[in-house]
T-cell receptor, first 111, second 113 residues
Framework: EDQVTQSPEALRLQEGESSSLNCSYT??????LFWYRQDPGKGPEFLFT???AGEEKEKERLKATLTKKESFLHITAPKPEDSATYLC????????????FGSGTKLNVKP | KAGVTQTPRYLIKTRGQQVTLSCSPI?????VSWYQQTPGQGLQFLFE???????NKGNFPGRFSGRQFSNSRSEMNVSTLELGDSALYLC????????????FGNGTRLTVT
């Protein structure tokens, strides 16, 4: 069965302390892997789409990478405004209308 | 461009009642999906509609239903509410095609007492 596992569940960083979030996935043919950011009381906000192993995408302090079994979201020199829950989701080739989400990593960046 | 709009933002219902939630997608988006988000289960897929047709359905009981109108707006209905239905219900729209992420609304927070 297609599934997504994110780790750690929660991460506390000091401002400027770089780290990585992990998203491991099992899917019968990957069509796309998506990263989202969710702030309290709001819906997830789209960040990146990755399609094939070796692909990388960057946006400000965030960089997403993809291998055949997992994706990493690297956060370089985070700021308090980066605090949020980060979700990843996969889309399968044979069922592209349905996204499978991980349970998220709650990031807290302290000043 | 206006984002995905969900109404109402908050709802309080009692067990046994029914509820209807509404979603207006981004203009031009014809695919609308619904997800249930709870602290324990994360985001769980409910169903997806395209051109008024349900194309995919998640593993939820028949009490959960939805529909899409010709203008792509969508509604979901939950009948005979149970305490466990308390959750954030998220609607997402997307363009049809390979490079089409989901764009989410801010959800409807449903509390069942």
């Amino acid at each position: 069965e297609d599934q997504v596992t994110q780790s750690p569940e929660a991460l506390r960083l000091q401002e400027g302390e770089s780290s990585s979030l992990n998203c491991s996935y099992t899917v019968s043919g990957l069509r796309g892997l998506f990263w989202y950011r969710q702030d309290p009381g709001k819906g997830p906000e789209f960040l990146f789409t990755l399609y094939s192993a070796g692909e990388e995408k960057e946006k400000e302090r965030l960089k997403a990478t993809l291998t055949k079994k997992e994706s990493f979201l690297h956060i370089t020199a985070p700021k308090p405004e980066d605090s949020a829950t980060y979700l990843c989701a996969v889309q399968a080739l044979n069922n592209f209308n349905k996204f499978y989400f991980g349970s998220g990593t709650k990031l807290n960046v302290k000043p | 461009k206006a984002g995905v709009t969900q109404t109402p933002r908050y709802l309080i219902k009692t067990r046994g009642q029914q509820v209807t939630l509404s979603c207006s997608p981004i203009s031009g988006h014809r695919s609308v999906s619904w997800y249930q988000q709870t602290p324990g289960q994360g985001l769980q897929f409910l169903f997806e509609y395209f051109s008024e047709t349900q194309r995919n359905k998640g593993n939820f009981p028949g009490r959960f239903s939805g529909r899409q109108f010709s203008n792509s707006r969508s509604e979901m209905n939950v009948s005979t509410l149970e305490l466990g239905d308390s959750a954030l219900y998220l609607c997402a729209s997307s363009l049809e095609g390979n490079d089409s992420p989901l764009h989410f609304g801010n959800g409807t927070r449903l509390t069942v007492t």
